[in-house]
């Protein structure tokens, strides 16, 4: 098989693994759904003591349901890509590396997420017609008018993108090595900050440090306190370190994971 892309393939393929996978999909999209639907007949039958959702609540989770499923889409769609015996049938399709790449990606990143999101915001606009004391306000016209909905995207497609990786990379107890694989990554990068900091660029990690200016890493927010007007060095030091923070986070970090699962997928052994 030539590595090449070819539009007509990838349909096929793209059908095919719809097919297949259309039960999980629907399955996870509907255990979200259902969710919703078992907090109103706890409230309509006074099972517990639950009390209506507002409409920012339900906005919450909307957003959570949608990013657990980015999580857990390679986890449950192609987690037997790599096995021994399961995977070959998956390697022995008439498709380029290419091709299986982009239906994946299609697969995992769009179709699952947005099957999910859709069913909830479906599931709450029947409950809040049906029940609008316990379900008030829309929650679709929240959605669209807060902004909420595109609040963390880029933080959840870089998440997402490193538990591809980790589905493609490890055989067994895939989610434990890759939320481990995580959590290392992250520290690493914390120490290499630290280092950075306070080697590389001692002199201004020590100005930093006297006008009391927090920062963290996961969210690339400055705090300060007791800086000086006017002190433009170091207001350059952090837009630069602010730069280069994201420039490592929102585009080092997802093309590397992209790459390498690429890679990973077009040189797997069985």
């Not at 892309?5 to 259902?34: C, D, Q, V």
């Not at 499923?69 to 449950?76: C, E, G, H, L, Y």
């Not at 008030?136 to 008018?145: A, E, F, K, T």
């Amino acid at each position: 098989m030539n590595e090449f892309f070819s539009t007509n393939r990838y349909y096929k393929l793209l059908k095919k693994e719809l097919t297949e996978r259309a039960p999980m999909i629907i399955k996870i999209a509907g255990i979200f759904s259902l969710l919703l639907v078992v907090y109103w007949l706890s409230m309509l039958l006074h099972l517990f003591n639950v009390y209506p959702i507002s409409i920012v609540g339900r906005s919450s989770y909307l957003i959570f349901a949608t990013f657990i499923t980015m999580v857990i889409a390679p986890f449950n769609l192609y987690r037997s890509y790599n096995h021994p015996k399961k995977g070959i049938d998956y390697v022995l399709l008439p498709a380029s590396v290419p091709e299986k790449f982009v239906s994946m990606l299609t697969n995992t990143v769009i179709i699952l997420p947005l099957i999910t999101f859709f069913s909830i915001l479906l599931t709450d606009t029947i409950l809040s017609t049906i029940s609008p004391s316990m379900f008030p306000g829309y929650l679709i016209n929240s959605i669209w008018s807060t902004g909420k909905l595109f609040e963390n995207v880029a933080g959840a497609l870089i998440f997402q993108q490193g538990c591809i990786l980790g589905n493609f990379l490890f055989k067994k107890n895939k989610v434990f090595k890759t939320m481990l694989s995580g959590a290392g990554l992250y520290i690493a990068l914390a120490l290499i900050l630290v280092f950075v900091l306070s080697v590389v660029f001692k002199d201004q990690f020590g100005t930093l440090h006297d006008m009391n200016v927090q920062f963290r890493m996961d969210s690339f927010f400055f705090s300060k306190s007791g800086m000086a007007d006017g002190n433009e060095s170091v207001a350059g030091f952090l837009k630069g370190l602010y730069n280069f923070l994201s420039v490592v986070i929102y585009v080092v970090l997802p093309a590397g994971f992209l790459t390498a699962t690429f890679f990973k997928m077009k040189t797997q052994q069985y």
